[in-house]
């Protein structure tokens, strides 16, 4: 796109800021256009943007009764109209001549326009600079935020047919702990949301180390509404801690995945040091602390020297499953996917099954291992 069919938008924006596109080439506008105390919702097409050829008024029959009954005015606008911009200026014009022609009734609108209408000045309350999508047919609508981190947060609205006796509903990447307000009123949902996005940085930010230092392994990659993260801290083992959104400063609920040996000192020193927690210190520097131990970054440690992906597939998601099956044998401790190894052992001939369990060797070291039947 050419940066002057970006500055010919932008100056119709200057000239009638309560106009929108949907579309990247701008080959659809629409237009909330206030003529005395009438406000209309005007749709245009304009295939050659920024060029008025073969421009059209394809919506709000209100409009379209207009030129019907006004044709003469009308044909003057395309005269002589060579931009998009030129025929929203003599279009405004138009309107404003013939406005005494413009039934003051709002029961007079047709259900069509009236529903555009009332969409259009739902954005127009939120803004349409906090507009970030808007489908061609109205169904759908975004509007976005940076937090006080520099993330961007996004609100989806989707707008039913029979909108406004319908509740359009939202949709947000947000915690579940975020019950959505639903409401005809895009402005309160807007607010609301803004206001549990504000609610929400504070566990964000404290979550935000983990992510840029630690070797994360679920979720991958994280987002907004994800409060948890499953931590490869040492070879074949695992720690997921999950924050409280209300009180992210405090110790989160803690769960290790790895071999007994491995685990067992980990379970004594969390129960033994937990009361060194620190309010003040990050989210890192405590965990590391009541554990007496060194988180892994990225930049040291590889994440195979690790070992926590399945060894047989060699991943470490699979069907949105995580490894959950581990070898005991000290020298061992591989990880594998519950599927991957059901599916080993059931292509080796001395694997046995009882009731709903196969029972066999590691492919690894060959120590016995039992893996549950998937469901």
């Known amino acids: 796109m ?10 119709i924006l200057k000239r009638f800021p309560d106009t929108l596109s949907p579309c990247k080439r701008y080959q659809r506008i629409f237009w909330l256009a206030r003529v005395g105390t009438t406000t209309m919702a005007i749709r245009i097409l304009c295939p050659h943007f920024p060029e008025a050829r073969n421009i059209q008024v394809t919506g709000d029959r209100d409009i379209l009764n207009l030129i019907s009954a006004n044709q003469d005015e009308y044909q003057e606008i395309c005269l002589d109209t060579s931009t998009v911009l030129q025929y929203m200026i003599k279009l405004s014009n138009f309107l404003k001549k013939v406005e005494q022609n413009i039934g003051a009734d709002p029961s007079a609108k047709s259900e069509d326009t009236g529903r555009d209408l009332a969409i259009l000045e739902e954005i127009e309350k939120v803004g349409f ?3 970030t999508f808007i489908s061609e047919d109205l169904l759908k609508v975004q509007f976005s935020m940076t937090d006080e981190m520099e993330n961007i947060h996004k609100l989806d609205i989707t707008i039913p047919p029979e909108y406004p006796s319908v509740d359009p509903t939202p949709h947000a990447d947000l915690p579940s702990d975020w019950t959505p307000l639903v409401s005809k009123s895009f402005l309160d ?5 803004i206001e549990a996005v504000v609610n929400f940085v504070p566990v964000w930010h404290t979550l935000a180390e983990l992510d840029r230092v630690c070797w994360v392994l679920d979720p991958d990659p994280p987002s907004p509404r994800h409060l948890y993260r499953r931590i490869a801290i040492a070879p074949s083992l695992c720690i997921q801690i999950e924050v409280d959104p209300s009180a992210p400063n405090q110790l989160p609920a803690i769960k290790f995945f790895g071999p007994d040996w491995k685990v067992t000192p980990l379970r004594e020193k969390l129960c ?5 927690w620190d309010f003040e210190d990050p989210l890192l520097t ?15 440690v590889s994440r195979e020297d690790l070992k926590v992906d399945c060894w047989i597939c060699y991943s470490y998601h699979l069907d949105n499953k995580v490894p959950s099956v581990i070898c005991r044998t000290k020298m ?3 990880f594998f996917h519950q599927s991957c190894l059901y599916q080993w052992l059931k292509s080796v001939p001395e694997t046995r099954t009882t009731l709903e369990t196969l029972f066999g060797d590691c492919p690894y070291c060959k120590s016995p291992i039992n893996v549950g039947i998937p469901k």
């Open 272 to 276: 033994v040091n937990s009361e060194e």
């Open 189 to 193: 949902m807007y607010v609301s949301w």
């Open 129 to 131: 600079s906090n507009l």
């Open 286 to 300: 405590n965990l590391e602390r009541i554990l007496d131990l060194d988180f892994p970054g990225k930049m040291s």
């Open 332 to 334: 061992c401790a591989a």
């Open 2 to 11: 050419s940066g002057e069919v970006r500055a010919h938008y932008e100056t």
